[in-house]
Structure formats: structure tokens, C-alpha cells
């Protein structure tokens, strides 16, 4: 099965590349109480920290900073049980719910961590001009069906392609009636019978055809919207002075998307609590003599697999603390 594209492989692809070399660092693991580094070993460059209690965690670092969920006591847990499939994406991305994890944001920050978005707002216009009745992909479907009739009528008229578009042209020019444009008087009975089953002349030949089909008249419009889609501000304002095509409700479009930042930072505590799992697999395997105390600074990871990167296999864990 095709797996679909990741909405926001930019942000992936630029953590992936920046984090390849990246290894966790458990600096405090006492039940609910843990403090994890995901860090490039002696670099604090592109690393962040996952520090959780009761009901929280917290990021903080070089990237993920400043920001605190809650949701249920062990709120590690909790990510892993909510957390996506992973190498979901056509790119290797897990499929993680953005819009859920924002709400689990502490104070009310879920607003705070979407900005305006000159391609959200452009996918706006584009969505509702194809949805437009006389802009549409409807439209431009019945405007190609229109030609096809046309072309066939002039056909069973024996007369060519050139002639039928020196009639448009005349016919917009307003010095052809739209009767002169569909005459069909020197057609049988039965090629006309036949041609009105085939494409339904009723409907096609009774509605007048303009100039610009509905396709260029919107790339048109598009193409406007562009030169607006600097700032919201400017692109309300725009919406607001076209609301003839696009209606009065245009206010409720949200023309907002996550931020770098909030992606980043779903995308670091993915990431660090699949390696806290491996360490406690890790852990689990050892004999218990020789497991780690969870007291102990600066257990490290072996090699790195992030996001689903396949990594070099090596000997056991080590307690060597990775130096801040």
C-alpha cells in the first residue's frame, strides 16, 4: 500500500539531518521522576532535555524548549500509548496527532503554537475556488463539454477546427449570435438526435460560453492572492475585498499552521521516549547485578536510530556520563 506524504516532511527531514549522530543521556530515573538528554556526544548543539513528575513533562534545550504537557500521571506512558505508527509517512515520519498533543499543552498555549501560514491561506483560496460554481472544477468540466459539442457539430457541418475558433472569436466579439455559433439546421434529423444523446444539447448549447474558461479566470485569481499572502492582516484584507467570490465567511478560515518549533519538539519526545524504552528493554535483559541503578548519571545509549534510521550495533551500555 502507498503511504501517504508526511504534511510536515520539512520540519522531519531537517531534524533527521541535524540529530543523526544523537544518543540518549539519563541523567535522573526514579519512577514518575525522570530527566532524559537527547544529545550528539560533546555537543550540546541541536539536543533537548525530557524531564517529567506526576502528571507533566517538560521539554527544554537547544531545540523543543519551553514547553509542558499534562494529561495522566505518567505522562510518559501516556505519549507512548497515543503515540503514532511509526514510519507512517512516505518519508519514514511517524503519524503523530499535532492537533492532540497541542491540547495537552499547559495554559492554554494551544493557540500560541500555530502562526500564519501564506500556504495554508493559498490552499484556502485554491480549495474554494475549485468548490466556486462558476470558477470550479465543475465548471471547467461543463466548459470542456461545451467544446467537445461544439467541435463535433462543426465536424458533422464539415467545417474544421480554424473555422469553429474564427467563430468564437466573432461570437465574442459579440459579432456572432450565439444561434449563428450552434446553428444546426443543416443537420438530418437523426445526426441531431443522435449528437443530443451523446452530449445532452440542451444543456450545453443553451448556456453562453465566455472568453476565459473557468480554469485561467481562477489561476488568475490565485495568482492575485499570492501578491496578498505576506501577512494575515493582508490576506483577510483581500479576502474581505473579493468576498463576492469567496463569500462573507472567509473569517472563519483558520490560516494558521504549527510552527517550526511545536513540530520540532513532538518530533524530540517521539523520539526520546522510544530510545527510554529501548533503555529499559536494555535494562531488562541485563542480569540484575549488573543493571544499572536508576540513580546513576549518564546512562548512554548505544548508536543512534531516530525516527526509524538504522543504526550500527555495540557492545552494552556504559554509565560514562556525556559531558554537558
Request: aromatic content about 12%.
Amino acid at each position: 500500500m502507498t503511504k501517504p506524504a508526511n504534511p510536515y516532511a520539512h520540519a522531519y527531514a531537517d531534524l533527521l539531518r541535524e540529530t543523526a549522530e544523537h544518543q540518549l543521556v539519563v541523567l535522573h530515573d526514579d519512577g514518575l521522576y525522570r530527566h532524559l538528554r537527547i544529545q550528539k556526544p560533546g555537543t550540546r548543539m541541536w539536543s533537548w532535555d525530557i524531564t517529567t513528575w506526576p502528571g507533566h513533562l517538560a521539554t527544554s534545550g537547544a531545540i523543543a524548549d519551553g514547553y509542558m504537557f499534562t494529561r495522566e500521571p505518567d505522562m510518559i506512558q501516556f505519549v507512548a500509548r497515543n503515540d503514532s505508527q511509526q514510519s507512517y509517512y512516505s518519508d519514514g515520519a511517524p503519524s503523530i496527532d499535532v492537533r492532540y498533543w497541542a491540547e495537552k499543552l499547559c495554559g492554554g498555549r494551544s493557540y500560541e503554537v500555530k502562526k500564519y501560514d501564506a500556504d495554508v491561506f493559498l490552499r484556502h483560496v485554491k480549495d474554494s475556488l475549485g468548490e466556486h460554481e462558476d470558477l470550479g472544477d465543475e465548471a471547467q468540466r461543463f466548459r470542456e463539454q461545451q467544446l467537445m459539442l461544439l467541435r463535433k457539430l462543426y465536424e458533422l457541418r464539415g467545417l474544421d477546427e480554424a473555422t469553429m475558433q474564427d467563430h468564437l472569436q466573432a461570437y465574442w466579439k459579440k459579432e456572432f449570435s450565439e444561434a449563428e455559433l450552434w446553428a444546426a439546421d443543416d443537420l438530418s434529423d437523426e445526426q441531431f438526435e443522435k449528437l443530443d444523446a451523446e452530449f445532452d444539447w440542451s444543456e450545453l448549447a443553451d448556456v453562453p460560453m465566455a472568453e476565459r474558461s473557468p480554469a485561467e479566470r481562477a489561476a488568475e485569481i490565485l495568482d492575485e492572492a499570492r501578491l496578498y499572502a505576506g501577512s494575515e492582516h493582508e490576506a483577510r484584507e483581500w479576502l474581505h475585498e473579493n468576498s463576492e467570490t469567496f463569500g462573507g465567511d472567509t473569517w472563519e478560515w483558520d490560516l494558521r499552521d504549527y510552527d517550526i518549533h511545536f513540530l520540532f519538539t513532538c518530533y524530540c519526545i517521539d523520539l526520546a521516549v522510544r530510545f527510554y524504552h529501548e533503555y529499559q528493554a536494555q535494562q531488562a535483559a541485563l542480569p540484575e547485578s549488573t543493571r544499572l541503578s536508576s540513580r546513576v548519571l549518564g546512562f548512554l545509549m548505544r548508536g543512534f536510530r531516530a525516527l526509524g534510521r538504522p543504526r550500527r550495533r555495540s557492545s552494552h551500555p556504559t554509565n560514562e556520563a556525556v559531558q554537558s
